[in-house]
């Protein structure tokens, strides 16, 4: 009873969850450049038109995971952010890939539990440099798109060091936290 209040705690609020290891290079007005270390992280696919259908159901079973839905019934800690990378559909009205993670907390890196959902992966993602923008808020399907133009927008002159084939959003909040929300977007340099 205990780890299951101490995981809808920690939910609540991100304040005490393990987060990635980064660096922040250089902090610019709008965005900052930040260097994250390699990491394993959990994570599974889902496609769909919607950003936040998709990132609800690949929450819930990320979820199941660290509640102890792994090959070795381990209960993991909830970890910040919650991230999306976002590799956007050939055309309009096409379905979009998102890959919903979280972090795997230190203790767990080197051996993490191995899922039992075949739709639940270990990925192993190497470094990576990023631009990110934070914001503030309850974000949504239209405050997500409008804030990657505006860090796009910001980075106009340095579109040839960007990936142009996916981007990521970042969560750190549970929806139950009203206020002090942290949101980001991160593009990631080549």
Known sequence: MTSILKTIGSVVSSRGLDKPTYEVLSSEKNYEARKYE??????????????????????????????????AETK????????????????????????????????HQENPPQPKNPNVFIEDRPGFEAYVR??????????????????????????????QDFWFSAGYNSPFQLFGRTNEIWFVKK
């Not at 974000?139 to 927008?153: C, I």
């Open 134 to 163: 934070s914001f503030g808020g309850f974000a949504n399907e239209e405050s997500w798109v409008n804030e990657a133009q505006k860090l796009s927008e910001d980075l106009k002159e340095k579109t040839s060091e960007i990936r």
């Open 38 to 71: 390699a990491a394993k992280w959990v994570s599974t696919a889902v496609k769909g038109m919607e950003h936040e259908k998709a990132r609800s159901v690949g929450f819930q079973r990320l979820f199941q995971y660290i509640s102890g839905e792994n090959k």
């Open 76 to 107: 993991v800690e909830m970890t910040a952010p919650v991230s999306t990378k976002i590799e956007p559909g050939a055309g309009p009205n096409c379905e979009s890939t998102f890959t919903v993670s979280f972090y795997i907390p230190p203790e």
